[in-house]
């Protein structure tokens, strides 16, 4: 039995198949960088499947060419640049601790990294207990030449790739 099921529009969609849910990245023209609607909602559905003992396995995986190319930095800056800095601070806040509840689940996760794995892409899927890489996987960490650290968590799982 699989269903497909659509949410807040449709930036992550959701099937069922038996004990599984597999979380599909939908933003394929944006390369599927997370907003914060994105990462909101998996932080949701990550504490939901957490209890609930009918969801043995979480599948995550991107729509299109793209596993996930990031955070989406483009709408942190119109955040900051506008009246709204502080929900660019909450879109980072969200997203860490989402990291955080992938790193310390009790279940198993599968990320399918297939297509480019870049920045908040990488602490999407790194974290989690199980990764696939395909012929097509593209990592990086492009905010390294910017200058700045890699966040995420990637200190630590850079480190131990």
């Known amino acids: 039995m699989s269903s497909l099921i659509k949410g807040d529009d449709d ?8 004990s599984a849910r597999i979380l599909i990245l939908n933003r394929p023209k944006q390369l599927n960088a997370l907003s914060f609607q994105m990462v909101s909602r998996l932080l949701e559905l990550f504490y939901d499947y957490e209890s609930n003992s009918d969801v043995k396995l979480v599948v995550m995986k ?5 596993f996930c190319a990031g955070g989406d930095v483009a709408a942190v800056v119109r955040y900051a ?3 709204n800095w502080k929900l660019g601070a909450k879109f980072f806040e969200i997203e860490y601790q989402m990291n955080y509840l992938m ?10 990294l297939n297509g480019i794995v870049m920045g908040g892409g990488a602490g999407a899927s790194i974290h989690g207990r199980f990764r696939v890489a395909t012929e097509n996987t593209v990592f990086a960490m492009p905010e390294t030449a910017l200058g700045l650290f ?3 968590g990637a200190s630590y799982f850079l480190s131990i790739l």
């Open 11 to 18: 930036q992550i969609l959701v099937e069922h198949k038996l």
């Open 81 to 83: 640049n506008g009246d």
């Open 62 to 66: 991107g729509n299109g060419r793209a």
């Open 150 to 152: 890699p966040d995420v």
């Open 103 to 112: 790193a310390t689940y009790s279940k198993p996760q599968i990320s399918i």
